[in-house]
């Protein structure tokens, strides 16, 4: 078990590299639908950047779940107020500064209320979020994280009821959109596409890999080969639907992507990167990609701001100026707060180690 276990703590470069690029994707398709100049051809293909969000799910999925099961593996069971513990004060810092940063901006434009529901996570299922819109993908991360832990916690030995209880606890989601969608029309955004229960395919499924990787060994080895086949099809059930009604990919492409994703994980995550995976330069947008993610909606608004100030710069100057603000701003909120974050969390909750 110790030794699966260190493969699962083991930095990686590709996982580095689908976390920049699901930052990238993110950033690009935000800062191309916020364009002064609508380009209509180009988002036809940048919209898809919307589903980087399905892989930081993914993503954190496995690396928590890393932690989670290693524990597991290590003393037997888990210290779950230790784990929330860390959890929290490894995200909420950097959320609270992100929320306060984006509720002054939308005060001071329209002296808009705070809302309380923010400080709670539960804006993910308000019908309409009023600011600081990419929260709702750090709601799921954190009710997923309070209450997983808890489901586990019922004493659950065998690997196949775990396995069958991932199984079950994904199939929700896509259920839950059908029954939401059965007038044949994909709902408008709104909870019915950022409500926990809706959206939660990517971390169930990285997490359960984690228990794989640790606890079932046979069965990884089989996903490995199987991995290649079934994101095939995966991966080819979301390009078809995307030549069907819209209402298919919030049934089933969501799905079939988070399912496409994770067997990428299985595939990448214990090969040996390459050059380009693990530069410098891919190393720094990873490890500062949750940053950039809380900021970067602001130094969007920030760039039209003074586009629409100065009025010589071409609309074109958007981009250099938009690019420049969110790397800056991403690289000096990693330093000033998410990095402090992250060492006042080691200081107070150390790992544990006995």
């Not at 919209?47 to 037997?76: H, M, P, T």
């Not at 997923?144 to 916690?153: E, I, R, S, T, W």
């Not at 079950?168 to 259920?175: H, K, T």
């Not at 100026?321 to 006042?344: D, K, N, Q």
Request: proline share 4%.
């Amino acid at each position: 078990m110790i030794a699966a276990t260190s493969r699962v703590l083991k930095r990686n470069s590709y996982l580095d590299f689908l976390r920049a690029w699901a930052v990238v994707l993110v950033v690009a398709y935000h800062v191309i639908q916020m364009c002064p100049q609508p380009l209509l051809g180009l988002m036809k293909f940048a919209r898809y950047g919307q589903y980087g969000v399905d892989l930081f799910f993914v993503l954190s999925g496995w690396l928590i779940g890393g932690l989670y099961w290693n524990e597991k593996a290590r003393f037997g069971n888990v210290k779950i107020v230790k784990f929330w513990l860390r959890r929290w004060l490894r995200t909420i810092p950097p959320y609270w500064a992100a929320l306060t940063l984006s509720w002054l901006a939308v005060f001071i434009h329209s002296r808009k209320p705070f809302d309380y529901g923010y400080l709670a996570f539960i804006q993910n299922y308000y019908s309409e979020i009023p600011y600081f819109l990419v929260s709702w993908s750090l709601c799921i991360e954190e009710h997923f994280y309070l209450f997983l832990p808890l489901l586990l916690a019922l004493k659950v030995q065998s690997g196949k009821a775990v396995s069958g209880i991932f199984a079950l606890l994904v199939m929700i989601a896509p259920v839950s959109r059908w029954m939401l969608s059965l007038d044949g029309l994909e709902p408008v955004f709104g909870f019915e596409h950022t409500a926990t229960h809706l959206r939660m395919e990517g971390l169930l499924l990285g997490f359960w890999l984690a228990h794989e990787l640790v606890f079932a060994p046979q069965r990884w080895g089989c996903l490995k080969a199987l991995a290649p086949w079934i994101g095939a099809v995966a991966f080819g059930v979301f390009i078809a639907v995307q030549y069907m009604d819209s209402v298919w990919m919030y049934r089933v492409g969501l799905t079939a992507l988070s399912l496409g994703l994770a067997m990428l994980l299985v595939a990448l995550v214990e090969r040996k990167a390459g050059r380009f995976a693990s530069s410098r330069l891919v190393n720094g947008v990873a490890q500062a990609s949750f940053s950039i993610y809380l900021v970067h909606p602001l130094m969007i608004h920030a760039a039209r701001g003074l586009l629409g100030r100065f009025s010589w710069i071409p609309w074109w100057g958007y981009f250099p100026v938009v690019f420049g603000l969110i790397m800056g701003a991403g690289a000096l909120f990693y330093f000033c707060v998410e990095r402090t974050s992250i060492l006042l969390r080691d200081g107070w909750v150390p790992r544990r180690i006995s």
